[in-house]
């Protein structure tokens, strides 16, 4: 596609549920990147996919957090036993695979945990 | 730890006036340096970037100017419209297999 697309846009769940997230890059990026930022914040980094490098996940904040990219691609963000603090508005971004190439993002996730 | 920080979380101008917007930055290994816009509701948007060999860079109306020496960035906006009113944040990248890492964000509000 022409940019980062990001499904759903919006998300309402209960406490307790699991939610996913899914994040397709923009075509021939082979960088992926998830963000969180709650209302009002800045952008906390989350999670790092690099072509078939190991991802760096030390930004997850719980083992409730968890992403995979299948096939280098299409990217899904889950968390478990949601909870109320985990509503944000989660973000994707890609790039070109070498390091200081620009990163587009997405339009988001909002997602609000009630 | 290393991280990148905005000297004023508000910025009012006037229309029709110039624009800066600060950030400083403590990681010396970082090598590259980007400026994003982010409009309520909406994902950030790339506005200018910089790599660390240079010292200014000029796009339609912005420019970003570096200063390694003091660490520091900014974002100068010309003839700013209602329509920049939005959230800035700059971010930094280090060499090798790192993510960006982002500021806290400027809000710039445009009084017509």
């Known amino acids: 596609g022409a940019g980062v697309s990001q499904s759903p846009s919006n998300k309402v769940t209960e406490k307790g549920k699991d939610v996913e997230l899914r994040c397709d890059p923009i075509s021939g990026h082979t960088a992926l990147y998830w963000y969180r930022q709650s209302l009002g914040q800045g952008l906390e980094f989350l999670i790092y996919?690099?072509?078939?490098?190991?991802?760096?996940k030390s930004g997850l904040p719980s083992d409730r957090f968890s992403a995979e990219r299948t096939g280098g691609s299409v990217s899904t963000l889950t968390i478990q036993r949601t909870q109320q603090e985990d509503s944000a508005v989660y973000l994707c971004?890609?790039?070109?695979?070498?390091?200081?190439?620009?990163?587009?993002f997405g339009e988001g996730s909002w997602l609000t945990v009630v | 730890g290393e991280s990148v920080g905005l000297h004023l979380p508000t910025l009012s101008v006037q229309e029709g006036d110039n624009s800066i917007i600060n950030c400083a930055y403590s990681n010396s290994a970082s090598d590259y340096f980007i400026w994003y816009k982010q409009e309520s509701g909406k994902g950030p948007q790339f506005i200018i970037d910089?790599?660390?060999?240079?010292d200014k860079r000029q796009g339609q109306r912005v420019t970003v100017l570096l200063n390694k020496t003091v660490k520091h960035l900014s974002l100068q906006i010309a003839a700013t419209q209602p329509g920049d009113s939005a959230v800035y944040f700059c971010?930094?990248?280090?060499?090798?297999?790192?993510?960006?890492?982002f500021g806290k964000g400027t809000r710039l509000s445009v009084i017509a």
């Open positions: 971010a930094e990248n280090s060499p090798g297999n790192t993510p960006l890492v």
């Open positions: 910089i790599r660390s060999n240079m």
């Open positions: 971004a890609s790039s070109w695979p070498h390091q200081g190439n620009t990163i587009y």
């Open positions: 996919f690099q072509g078939n490098s190991a991802p760096d």
